[in-house]
């Protein structure tokens, strides 16, 4: 066993601890002071809508201590344990080095090794990457498996658990509260309505004695079902950081408190409170605990309802998998999965992870993934992607990616960190919030002193009603979810249209963009060219040069030399073997062919060659003017034919071009091909400028260019190759062509490969920062609005004031309001 040491770890990786028990911004605010405190950390984001603190720390930075200043600041870390089987260890200096490593990879928490057991117990943060921690104990030299299933789908089941039983909680108190204040309100409102009522209470009852029942129901339900509020509340209100649990507890237990002292004070010291002034609020404290608990039982189901595009995702996972182990056929959970093993796929299974196919044929339905509706032929060498489902035949394949690694896993990771991100006008929203309950106490202080020295009798009264209306009212808990439910709502249907947001603030970027380039070849055509032309030059014979041309292209990797090679193909030709092949990529390809030197390529080859091009420029014009690309052919160093090569346009490619225009979008070509080529098939469909004869290294110079003249420029192209050019746009658009999409230049994945994703990622762009918009006016709005109103501003001109019952529903009905206006976003259609 080796003894050397690990290696130093680099700058950790950012990490996502899910936070549970945050109800508004402040509590926001109140998380992300705790973490920023911690030594070590260097940046906190908390999003509420998700539930989640992003947190960097440097390399002196302790993930425990994050977790527990979390616990310390009154909310709930998600964490979570797992056993790993480890093998190789032999000694306690075997078992300090896995400790090391294994405390050392991002999202442990907490590590015990033991060597007797040869497990390793592990708190993770959830939703961490268990295969991180796994590769960096091999690293180390030994062999760690989980025990027990514990892949990414394992961890949302514990979310959801989690989730349910927080609304089966709310349900029950607000149930309970509800039947509790029942007959406080019934009575209350029949003192209105109802004439006599008044009287016969008196008579029957008596006014002394209800007001002790009141007192105990209204105690019972701020103790009880209205705990929760008194937990976090006080706590929070005591250590000088009110949060919106702090004004309802507020709120609430003023009006009650009064109201207690009103109902004791006459028995044990009259004259107390001035005449006229002792009355009770009782029936208030508890409509208002009643309602802001309904609200947040509408608030929590809405949240739940945010996240069903991953939820939808997770059930594409198989749970288990047909393994071949020691010559058997197993059923293995899907955790215990190792590249590597030999994997049986029945018809009508789930394939359970990625892989190539090693025997066996079948059709597979790839649909939820690459959006492609037929089922795909899978013989031999194909690759699987896991997640899709088997239809008639059976096969074996190696798995090749498993766990965190699969496809389908990155997509939900993807979606996972785009439903968490933070939009630039986050920010603005945080400076808000984060004064906003400091602020909304001054007023409620401010409205009791006015009414106190300047209102009409019986002053106290008026003041403390007013002054809890105020609190009430002013709840921020819509302005926290303004603008974090909109981006999940947003980015989960974008995830189920096969549009993935790497990174959420991408979202804000489509949204600001101008201009949107497209790379030609497999990207607006379906770079699947097909050989359509062939001319030679005198002295020259077709056959011969096409045998000649393709025994080179046999060599190159290009479309167009596929293209070629299929063409000599369809004309029966077999070409002979080329030797000495070398490619210059943007320009052409050579070798030796029987004996001569065959050069293929665009007329920049034929110039680097030294060789002219005249004698066909007019074929030349001719096949550029019909979309077709010419490609020339020199044989011992003259020019010998002209072929020309034509890539169908994907059909839905006018359609998207429209669209963008449409949508007051510049639509721009960029392409290696040649100009006149690229303009024909430009003018086809309707694209306004071209950048034709670009090499493949000059695209990031055209991205550039294109920024420099048109603003935020969205770059749309297939990923492998336009990666650079990708990055450097404002807003890197990647087609995915289903199993290998080159995701990291990209800000966007267009899983299935259809252009329409572009125009539909740039529409719900639109309509997410749009909603967020109208999410955010309501609320700032709704607050700008009632606080004057309920702090008595109208009651002067026109004797209006806001009780505090209502005051209650409407902050539980702006809440609700706003998530149903998010919610409104699973209905956004695509193009
Ligand atoms: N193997 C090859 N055989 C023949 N011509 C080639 C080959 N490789 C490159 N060329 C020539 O160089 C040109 C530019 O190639 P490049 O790969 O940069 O762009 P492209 O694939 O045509 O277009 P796009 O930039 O839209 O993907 C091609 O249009 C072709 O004329
Ligand atoms: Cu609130
Ligand atoms: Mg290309």
Same mark, same amino acid.
């Given at each position: ?140 030299? /030994? ?45 209350? %409102?029949?003192?209105?309505?109802? !004439? ?47 949060? %919106? ?20 004070? !006459? ?13 009770? /609020? ?45 010559? #058997? ?17 029945? *018809? ?24 492609? !509706? ?194 000599? #193909? ?5 070409? *002979? ?28 080859? %034929? ?24 490609? /020339? ?161 109208? /009651? ?36």
């Amino acid at each position: 066993m080796s003894h050397s040491a690990a290696a130093t770890p680099s700058i950790p990786q950012p990490i996502d601890i899910p936070v549970a028990g945050m109800t508004c911004a402040s509590c926001v605010r109140r998380v992300e002071k705790a973490i920023a405190a911690v030594p070590g950390v260097v940046h906190a984001a908390v999003n509420l809508a998700a539930e989640r603190a992003h947190v960097q720390l440097d390399r002196g930075g302790r993930l425990p201590d994050v977790v527990d200043a979390i616990r310390k600041a009154g909310y709930d870390p998600g964490t979570h344990t797992v056993d790993l089987a480890i093998q190789g260890m032999t000694c306690a200096g075997c078992v300090a080095r896995v400790e090391k490593v294994v405390r050392a990879a991002p999202g442990v928490v907490e590590a015990a090794v033991n060597l007797a057991t040869e497990r390793a117990s592990l708190t993770l943060v959830d939703g961490a990457d268990l295969d991180a921690v796994i590769a960096a104990v091999a690293k180390a030299g /030994y062999d760690a498996r989980p025990i027990g299933a514990n892949d990414g789908a394992g961890q949302t089941d514990r979310e959801r658990a989690a989730r349910a039983a927080e609304i089966s909680a709310l349900r029950g108190a607000a149930a309970v509260a509800a039947a509790a204040t029942l007959p406080l309100f019934a009575v209350e %409102m029949a003192r209105h309505a109802v !004439p006599g009522f008044h009287h016969w209470l008196a008579a029957t009852v008596g006014e002394q004695p209800w007001r002790w029942v009141s007192l105990v129901l209204a105690a019972f339900v701020l103790a009880v079902p209205g705990g929760r509020f008194f937990a976090k509340g006080v706590p929070n209100l005591l250590r000088g950081t009110p949060d %919106m649990n702090s004004l309802v507890v507020l709120g609430a237990g003023a009006a009650f408190l009064y109201s207690a002292v009103a109902t004791v004070a !006459p028995l044990v010291a009259p004259g107390l409170l001035p005449a006229g002034t002792d009355n009770v /609020y009782f029936e208030a404290a508890s409509v208002i605990v009643t309602l802001i608990l309904v609200g947040r039982l509408f608030e929590a189901r809405a949240k739940g309802r945010t996240s069903e595009a991953i939820k939808h995702l997770l059930t594409l996972q198989a749970k288990t998998a047909r393994v071949e182990r020691r010559g #058997q056929v197993v059923e293995l959970p899907i955790a215990e999965v190792v590249v590597g093993d030999i994997i049986l796929v029945r *018809p009508g299974e789930r394939v359970p992870v990625d892989g190539a196919v090693l025997d066996g044929s079948s059709y597979v339905d790839e649909s939820m993934i690459t959006g492609e !509706p037929l089922p795909v032929e899978k013989g031999p060498g194909a690759a699987v992607v896991g997640g899709t489902v088997n239809k008639a035949g059976a096969f074996r394949f190696r798995a090749e990616k498993v766990g965190a690694a699969t496809l389908l896993s990155q997509i939900v990771r993807m979606v996972e960190t785009a439903q968490g991100a933070k939009l630039p006008i986050q920010a603005m929203v945080d400076r808000v919030t984060a004064w906003f309950v400091p602020a909304v106490m001054v007023a409620a202080l401010l409205t009791f002193a006015a009414w106190y020295f300047f209102g009409p009798a019986p002053a106290l009264s008026y003041a403390l009603v007013n002054a809890v209306a105020v609190l009430i009212i002013a709840c921020p808990c819509a302005m926290g979810l303004a603008t974090p439910t909109s981006i999940m709502v947003g980015t989960g249907k974008a995830a189920e249209l096969g549009i993935l947001f790497r990174q959420g603030d991408a979202l804000q970027g489509l949204r600001d963009v101008t201009t949107v380039a497209f790379d030609k070849t497999g990207t607006l055509t379906l770079g699947r060219p097909t050989l359509t032309d062939l001319a030679v030059v005198d002295g020259f014979e077709d056959g011969e040069v096409l045998r000649l041309v393709a025994a080179v292209e046999g060599r190159s990797e290009h479309p167009i030399a596929q293209a070629i090679v299929a063409g000599a #193909q369809a004309r029966g030709l077999t070409p *002979p073997v080329a030797e000495g092949f070398q490619a210059v990529p943007g320009f052409g390809a050579q070798a030796r062919v029987d004996g001569r030197v065959v050069a293929v390529g665009a007329d920049r080859y %034929m110039a680097r060659l030294g060789i002219g091009v005249a004698p066909v420029a007019e074929t030349a014009a001719r096949l550029g003017g019909e979309g077709k690309s010419p490609l /020339y052919v020199a044989i011992d160093g003259h020019l010998a034919a002209i072929l020309a090569v034509a890539d169908p346009v994907k059909p839905e490619a006018a359609e998207v071009v429209r669209a963008l225009h449409a949508a007051g979008l510049k639509v721009i070509m960029v392409t290696g091909d040649n100009r006149r080529t690229a303009e024909a098939v430009a003018r086809t469909l309707g694209i306004d400028d071209v950048a034709a004869e670009v090499l493949p290294e000059g695209k990031v110079a055209a991205v550039k260019d294109l920024q420099r003249r048109h603003g935020r420029v969205a770059f749309a192209g297939d990923g492998v190759n336009d990666a650079p050019a990708l990055a450097t746009a404002d807003v890197g658009l990647a087609m995915g062509a289903g199993t290998d999409i080159a995701i990291e230049a990209a800000d966007v994945v267009l899983v299935r490969g259809d252009l329409r994703g572009v125009a539909t990622a740039i529409a719900l762009s639109r309509a997410v920062l749009g909603n967020i918009r109208q999410n955010l006016a309501w609320a700032f709005g709704y607050n700008v609005v009632l606080i004057p109103v309920a702090a008595g501003a109208l /009651y002067p001109l026109w004797g209006l004031l806001l009780s505090p019952m209502v005051a209650a529903g409407a902050m539980a009905l702006s809440s609700v309001s706003v998530l149903t206006n998010a919610l409104r976003l699973r209905r956004f259609r695509p193009l």
